[in-house]
């Protein structure tokens, strides 16, 4: 069994099959062995997110998100954290009005915008310090961003480390599954069968799914 390391893209696996579904109480600890057996044996998880802030439509979902992070710490996962930026931004219309009553209407609209910021980053640097200091003999990476594709690259030409991509997401990149040694989806019934127990404890005391999770 080779020694594996899992890096996960928290915003691309959430975004591409945990949103709306039954399986946000994810445990990975259960899942990658699963998935990857019976050739890899798992040394580390690494999991890269930035904090949502709090939103009045959902005024508790940072809470929510920091209850996950601390379960998912509680079975030894490492969490990498990013962070979100904020802006007001003046942005072009796709569709200028441009009919009665509003001939000559605006053309642009002040936005919020909201941009995670060093997750990708976060997630690039650790591969490729694992690379360098050879901490495993294979690197997978949960994610459908091509914008990981150099670091994957160069872990691979230059460290020699076998990278391999599970995709949480629905349709495949083009450009990553040319460029790493092994490519496969990554699955909903495994997904499924990989739930957190409604309880776990770490050294603060008890953690408890969030309702409606």
């Known amino acids: 069994m080779k020694k594996t390391n899992v890096y996960v893209d928290g915003f691309n696996l959430y975004y591409g099959l945990l949103k709306g579904s039954a399986d946000k109480w994810l445990d990975l600890q259960k899942l990658f062995p699963q998935v990857l057996a019976p050739t890899n044996q798992i040394v580390e998880i690494k999991y ?15 809470q929510r998100q920091e209850t996950y992070l601390r379960a998912l710490r509680a079975t030894g996962v490492v969490v990498y954290k990013g962070m979100f930026l904020t802006s007001n931004v003046r942005m072009k219309l796709v569709t200028p009005c441009t009919n009665p009553p509003c001939v000559n209407g605006p053309r642009f609209a002040l936005v919020r915008k909201r941009e995670e910021k ?33 670091p994957i690259e160069i872990a691979r030409l230059k460290y020699g480390l076998t990278v391999g991509i599970l995709n949480p997401q629905k349709k495949p990149s083009g450009y990553l599954p040319r460029i790493v040694d092994f490519y496969q989806p990554l699955r909903r019934g495994p997904v499924s069968a990989s739930h957190l127990p409604q309880t776990l404890n770490d050294a603060y005391g008890t953690i408890t799914k969030p309702p409606g999770w």
């Open 48 to 62: 890269f997110t930035a904090l949502v802030d709090s939103d009045p439509s959902d005024p508790n979902r940072t």
């Open 118 to 150: 060093g997750s990708d980053v976060n997630l690039a640097v650790q591969l490729l310090v694992d690379a360098f200091e050879k901490a495993c003999e294979v690197a997978v990476v949960v994610s459908n961003d091509t914008d990981l594709a150099m």
